[in-house]
Structure formats: structure tokens, C-alpha cells
């Protein structure tokens, strides 16, 4: 499962990592988690969160395909 970071925009110091909610190979919804840049690197917010983001997506997709 992919991930993306959003590009920082002017003017507003908040950066996005993002994962995606999938169901029959279609991607459903997002879940997103906004951070400050200057205080930690893509890499870092990847590593520290990243799997959280993931797992928190797999169980929704989970709950969700049993409606």
C-alpha cells in the first residue's frame, strides 16, 4: 500500500502524509495526518507514523466490507 506526502504550499507550515482506503482495488477515502514540516522530516513523520496510518486503513477497510 502507497502513501503520499503533499507539497509544502505558502504560506501554510502544515504537511500532509496521507494513506489510502481501498476496496476492490479502488481507492475509497483517505486518511490523512498533517504535521508541522520544520519540526519533523518526511522521513521521520514517515517512520514514526506511517504504520499506524497503515493499520488504521486496514481496519477500516476490514469493518467496512463486512456491510
Known sequence: VGYAITAPVPGDPAIGLAVPIRSNGRVLATI???????????????????????SLAATVTERASRR
Request: hydrophobic share 35%; no cysteine.
Open 32 to 54: 490523512s495526518l498533517r504535521y508541522f514540516g520544520k519540526v519533523m522530516s518526511e522521513k521521520d513523520v514517515a517512520k514514526r507514523y506511517l504504520e499506524s496510518l497503515r
